[in-house]
């Protein structure tokens, strides 16, 4: 089982007011919206690095090799996966 750790975080008063005016409403404690809060903005950024990282590494690949498709195959490659038909992806080429 993991031990959790105590974190002291300064608010201002406003946003201490929101808090707990949720945490009223939704009849939880203001430490579970909080930690709600948290993970949740955890997970966004996280999952946004990840596409950050995935955009970079593809940037650097076509940097090295000039290897892609064009947004017209890519359209027509679309249009035909909406239509119902089962196609592979265009090949890429310089």
Same mark, same amino acid.
């Given at each position: 089982? =993991? ?9 201002? @008063?406003?946003?201490? $007011? ?8 939704? /009849? ?11 993970? /949740?903005?955890?997970?966004? %950024? %996280? ?5 950050? /990282?995935? $955009?970079?590494?593809?940037?650097? =690949?076509? /940097? ?14 679309? =249009?035909?996966?909406? =239509?119902?038909?089962?196609? @592979? @992806? @265009?090949?890429?080429?310089?």
């Amino acid at each position: 089982m =993991a031990v959790s750790a105590t974190t002291s975080l300064r608010l201002d @008063p406003e946003i201490t $007011a929101r808090v707990r005016r949720l945490a009223a409403t939704r /009849q939880r404690s203001a430490h579970w919206v909080m930690r709600e809060a948290v993970e /949740q903005y955890l997970d966004r %950024e %996280e999952s946004r690095e990840a596409v950050r /990282q995935d $955009a970079m590494a593809a940037w650097e =690949a076509y /940097q090295a090799d000039g290897l892609h498709a064009t947004g017209e195959e890519v359209d027509a490659w679309l =249009a035909k996966l909406e =239509a119902g038909e089962d196609v @592979p @992806p @265009p090949e890429c080429h310089d």
